[in-house]
């Protein structure tokens, strides 16, 4: 038997981890969004829907992917997003908007059930108009906490140690390095 296996324990800790995080299907989207057709592309949308769990038939998709199209190059907004896919598919998409947007603008949050957990945000509204409404409020909150947190002692801890046990990622912005952590945490 050979005792002198070669391997960096570093690099084999750090993919795992990556894996289970999904980086390197997050890196392949932030790649790819701005290269290719997204309304086309079956590879980034089956690579797409994996990472953020979408799970809609195969006609909310086509909206989905023909508006990220759309306005991938143009500076969307959150609100805009959510509003065109409410008139579209009668749902508040606050978690796919966000999720769009974020892959267009790498410096925006998502909102992610596990994420919007964490910070303590809880959706509410009796109808789906009030929902609406709250929705876009709630996200510029979620911005905001972002921008701030950031900015404290546990933000600046959070993105130097996420870059210290993940250097092969340390390039994505530092909102996906707290979004990722907060994501973690169940």
Known sequence: MDMNLDFDVKKVFQERLASSM???KYMYIIDQVHKINVSKDE???RIFNGFYIVRRNEEWRKIY???FEVVKNDNPSFESILRYLYEKT???ETSFSSKMLA???YEKPI???YVVQNLGVNLTGD???EKLNNAISLYESVEKWYETFMNTDKGKECIAEFDRVLPDY???SDIKKIDSILWSIR
């Open 22 to 24: 999904g980086l390197d």
């Open 127 to 129: 109808t789906k108009e």
């Open 43 to 45: 590879d980034f949308q």
């Open 103 to 105: 892959s267009i603008s």
């Open 90 to 92: 009668g749902n508040v």
């Open 170 to 172: 340390k390039d994505i």
């Open 65 to 67: 992917y023909d508006y």
């Open 111 to 113: 909102w992610d059930r």
